[in-house]
């Protein structure tokens, strides 16, 4: 079966780096991506990775390596304001979005 | 308005009610999906419209019944639902057949079903 899994919660200080990290098995890949959720919102786009490797964009870098269908989110100089969910979701081979639970994150002052 | 939108916000409803969930997307997207997301699991995808067409149904209960008038406005019709069927719902829009496309959600109606 297809599945995506990434911790259910973790907490930071503000100020500091956390990784989020999510594994993924999917009946063929086309990409994965990251979404943010803050509480009672939206999720909203966050990035985006189909080759390996990293990508940076401002505080938040993501990773992906499909030979270990692994991926991370890297969020550095920790604001209050990312205290959110962030949602992990591959893309399979018939295009569908195959989605993680989210993981909860804290940021603690 | 813009980006996209859905109402209402918060719905309570009685198990033999029913309603009727709008959302309307202001991004000149011709893919549209259903989404429905209860507390700690996955996003369970419901329904995707293509130029108005359904494309897609992720073996919904025939108690949700989506209508796609156009490829602007997408609605969900509720009826006789169930307990567990409380969740909160989501609708998104994207560019049909771009793979690397993100989708744009709106921010969701809450449903309780009584």
């Known amino acids: 079966g297809q599945n995506i899994d990434q911790p259910t919660e973790m907490t930071a200080t503000e100020g500091a780096i956390v990784q989020i990290n999510c594994t993924y098995q999917t009946s063929g890949f086309n990409g994965l991506f990251w979404y943010q959720q803050h509480a009672g919102e939206a999720p909203t786009f966050l990035s985006y990775n189909v080759l390996d490797g990293l990508e940076e964009k401002g505080r938040f870098s993501s990773f992906l390596s499909r030979s270990k269908g692994y991926s991370y989110l890297l969020l550095k100089e920790l604001q209050m304001k990312d205290s959110a969910s962030y949602l992990c979701a591959a893309l399979d081979s018939n295009y569908q979005l195959i989605w993680g639970a989210g993981t909860k994150l804290i940021i603690k002052p | 308005e813009t980006g996209v939108t859905q109402t209402p916000r918060h719905l309570v409803m009685g198990m033999t009610n029913k309603k009727s969930l709008k959302c309307e997307q202001h991004l000149g997207h011709n893919a549209m999906y259903w989404y429905k997301q209860s507390a700690k699991k996955p996003l369970e995808l419901m329904f995707v419209y293509n130029f108005k067409e359904q494309t897609e149904n992720n073996s919904v209960p025939s108690r949700f019944s989506p209508e796609c008038p156009n490829s602007s406005h997408l609605f969900l019709h509720l009826h006789t639902l169930q307990p567990e069927d409380s969740a909160l719902y989501l609708c998104?829009?994207?560019?049909?057949?771009?793979?690397?496309?993100?989708?744009?959600f709106g921010p969701g109606t809450r449903l309780t079903v009584t």
């Open positions: 998104a829009s994207s560019e049909a057949g771009e793979v690397s496309g993100e989708q744009y």
